[in-house]
């Protein structure tokens, strides 16, 4: 699906193994049975095997002595949190953008940068550096909304995210192995997965009762019961670049 290893172990540090197997599970028997109308569109029973080959490894990988497995480092807990600000700002700043430039089409797309609900890292870099540069611009427009406050939470947590990038190899080298196996596994399984929702959304989307089998509600769940990891007790603070 084109993904790098870093990003689908970010990715599927997200859920719980049994949220990703229900979920998965669900989807592939929903395809099955609409197989025929999904041949068109490139979903063949090789794309479900391929799915069912990750669940069968995720299994495998989750059936494992836990050992330190549940263990997040200080690293990696800065940089989900690092996301999560980042996501939180780009959300605030899109939703004033669309209630400031709402007769300004060409304008308000500038802010409109196609990803929806990406958690990678390396896809949020991107995003937000390409937000704050918009922001900047079109700064004297948010002056109602406090802009200069805002423009300086983003720079903020572009630094955040630019740091948590950049220590990633080092984050990488203190976490324990089946960790990092484990996320990869389910990395791949959500991906894998999602296609085939994506898919559905497509073919069924005049049919909402077919449709509501592809949904994502098994994995949508609340944060704190959505990892795999738990935080390593008296862990030693780690600055986040956050003034």
Known sequence: MGYERE????????????????????????????LA???????????LRDIETAREQLKKLSAAPVGDRHEASPLAIARREAVEAALEWREEVKGLAEAIFDSEPDVLARFRTGVKVSRSLFKLVREVGFIVGVLREHLAAFAAVGGPSLLKRGEETLKRLEEAQQRIPEERSQAPAPLAELCHAQGILYTRTRFVARIAQVEFHRDPERLARYGYAPVRQPAENTSNVRPRANRTPVTSGKG
């Open 37 to 47: 109308r999904f041949k068109a569109r490139g979903i063949t029973e090789t794309t």
């Open 7 to 34: 990003e689908l172990i970010h990715i599927g540090e997200r859920f719980t193994v049994q949220s990703l197997l229900d979920w998965s599970g669900q989807v592939v028997q929903a395809a099955r049975q609409d």
